[in-house]
């Protein structure tokens, strides 16, 4: 079983940046495909990024060009680092893996085995 755990949330202002984390309790990182999801206040999660094995990344229109996915196999984690944050992107942000294989893309929740509780990222006007 794959244990996933997020850190990094907080408050911050429009304009601010926040730097994600999720550490995994085993190798599937190294040899699956990891992603981001968010769920807004009273809305539906949604995909936010994903990053497969091979370093190949897929990032939701939404924030294009604002947020950086990114995966570290030696340490077994994933980050993400999100920049010129607006009010619209407070949500809980959650990190999800696959097992190993080869599907791809990978935006929809039931495409990911394992999941972690979630960091809360709060962005003021």
């Known amino acids: 079983q794959v244990q996933l755990v997020e850190s990094g949330g907080g408050l911050v202002q429009t304009g601010g940046s926040l730097r994600l984390s999720c550490a995994a309790s085993?190798?599937?990182?190294?040899?699956?495909?990891t992603g981001w999801f968010r769920q807004p206040p009273g809305k539906e999660r949604e995909f936010v990024a994903a990053?497969?094995?091979?370093?190949?990344?897929d990032y939701a229109d939404s924030v294009k060009g604002r947020f950086t996915i990114s995966r570290d196999g030696a340490k077994n984690a994933m980050y993400l680092q999100m920049n010129s944050l607006k009010p619209e992107d407070t949500a809980v942000y959650l990190c999800?893996?696959?097992?190993?294989?080869?599907?791809?893309?990978?935006?929809?929740?039931?495409?990911?085995?394992?999941w972690g509780q979630g960091t809360q990222v709060t962005v003021s006007s």
């Open positions: 990053i497969r094995w091979n370093n190949i990344i």
């Open positions: 085993v190798m599937h990182l190294s040899s699956g495909a």
């Open positions: 999800a893996a696959t097992r190993p294989g080869g599907r791809w893309p990978l935006r929809v929740s039931s495409d990911y085995d394992y």
